[in-house]
């Protein structure tokens, strides 16, 4: 049987991430795993994610969760380092 963490590790997605698109998208997180590990295949796809994570922390920023919105804007820097020379 395969856990979550099974399938994250499997994923070209950090915990982090596929956390972040769940919160963004209001939605389950193997259903977050699923979309992101598509999206995260294509250029088109790994904007939209960058979008998805960066526009979540600028939310949080607005909301007054400062903390969290910090927390996003490490993981929306990670997944630019790791996306930027594939085009990102």
Not at 61 to 69: F, K, S
Request: charged share 30%.
């Amino acid at each position: 049987m395969l856990t979550l963490r099974d399938c994250i590790d499997f994923s070209d997605l950090t915990e982090e991430e596929v956390l972040a698109i769940a919160e963004c998208e209001h939605i389950p997180l193997v259903t977050a795993l699923e979309e992101g590990e598509c999206m995260v295949h294509t250029k088109n796809g790994r904007k939209q994610l960058a979008v998805m994570i960066k526009g979540q922390a600028e939310m949080c920023e607005r909301m007054g969760n400062t903390v969290h919105a910090q927390h996003l804007n490490r993981v929306y820097d990670a997944f630019m380092r790791r996306f930027d020379s594939k085009n990102t």
